[in-house]
């Protein structure tokens, strides 16, 4: 049904530059920077965009989720709450999308992906070390539900950056170690992926000839940069997703003012 609103050269763009931000994402974080502004910039309606960005994405968080819960690499309990509050929050922000038009939805992205990607090139050096036990349960359970709803309510308007800024908030906020953050943010973002993708596909908006292919080199491309995660990837990786995305950006604003 959809398949006849892109041509096969603009497919093959979107499978490459959707592999790419998983590649991006496994390797250093941020590759929902370079997914969402390529969809836009394909001139498709931008509600469609975002639900077969959000299939795509979910699609590659299950499979990042699955390796930090077979390792073991999580708080559970913690994970959990942060995620029903992320899918609650999720859902609220993808419904909010659906009332706003298209250009509406273009100039938030064009203001806020810029902020995103400001935000993760400039965060330090996160933690190894595991000061959870610090911060009484009760408190780290309630932290746990704001940081879940703020968090879900940014992915559901926006996306990019949002397992970036879930494992700085669980890193300053809980004090968790980087890895066991890193786990608790794939749980949170599977959460707030699957709460939006369950909104656009009861809305019709999820073109799954479309995002089928994009899912496929999205999982591939994580496979590949879970590979090549390693300690010095993500000084690698960073600076051309810095130039990426400056691309797409000059692009879609050319479009918008045009």
Not at 95 to 104: N, Q
Not at 135 to 149: D, E, F, W, Y
Not at 212 to 241: Q, T, W, Y
Request: glycine share 10%; net charge positive.
């Amino acid at each position: 049904m959809f398949m006849n609103l892109v041509s096969w050269p603009t497919l093959a763009f979107l499978c490459f530059m959707v592999g790419l931000a998983g590649f991006v994402d496994a390797s250093a974080g941020g590759g929902g920077l370079i997914s969402l502004p390529a969809y836009m910039v394909t001139g498709l309606p931008v509600h469609l965009l975002y639900g077969a960005n959000k299939f795509s994405s979910a699609c590659g968080t299950t499979f990042a989720s699955a390796m930090f819960f077979r390792s073991g690499a999580l708080d559970l309990q913690v994970a959990l709450i942060a995620a029903a509050a992320s899918f609650a929050g999720s859902t609220l922000g993808s419904r909010l999308v659906l009332l706003l038009p298209g250009e509406v939805l273009k100039i938030m992205v064009l203001v806020m992906l810029p902020i995103a990607a400001l935000i993760i090139f400039t965060q330090r050096k996160l933690p190894e070390e595991d000061r959870s036990s610090q911060v009484p349960r009760k408190k780290a359970l309630t932290l746990a539900v704001v940081i879940g709803l703020l968090i879900g309510l940014y992915d559901g308007l926006v996306g990019p950056g949002t397992g970036t800024f879930a494992i700085i908030a669980f890193t300053s906020v809980l004090k968790f170690d980087l890895r066991t953050a890193s786990g608790n943010a794939k749980v949170l973002n599977l959460a707030s992926n699957y709460a939006s993708l369950i909104t656009y596909i009861g809305a019709g908006n999820v073109p799954f000839a479309l995002a089928i292919p994009c899912a496929v080199c999205n999982i591939l491309g994580a496979i590949l940069g879970s590979h090549f995660a390693l300690s010095k990837g993500g000084k690698f990786i960073r600076p051309m997703l810095l130039v990426v995305l400056v691309l797409l950006l000059g692009k879609m604003a050319m479009d918008l003012l045009g």
